[in-house]
């Protein structure tokens, strides 16, 4: 994977982290739902790893 793709799947991993720890949960945050979705696919699109990419894709799936 290119540095910058690297760089760039790894800020939106870096943005789910923190929209995880900035949210108590416990209820259908409908916001922070359609903001993990976003991460989570753009991380997949970033990532030319497979496996990577199977995970970030689960996640997604997993929000929706």
């Known amino acids: ?15 789910i ?18 903001r993990f979705s976003v991460y989570s696919r753009a991380a997949s699109r970033a990532a030319e790893d497979p496996d990577c990419r199977d995970l970030m894709d689960a996640a997604y799936r997993y929000c929706a």
């Open 1 to 15: 994977m290119s540095d910058s793709r690297m760089d760039d799947a790894l800020e939106q991993c870096e943005r």
């Open 17 to 34: 982290r923190e929209l995880i720890l900035h949210r108590s949960g416990g209820w259908a945050d409908e916001e922070a739902l359609d």
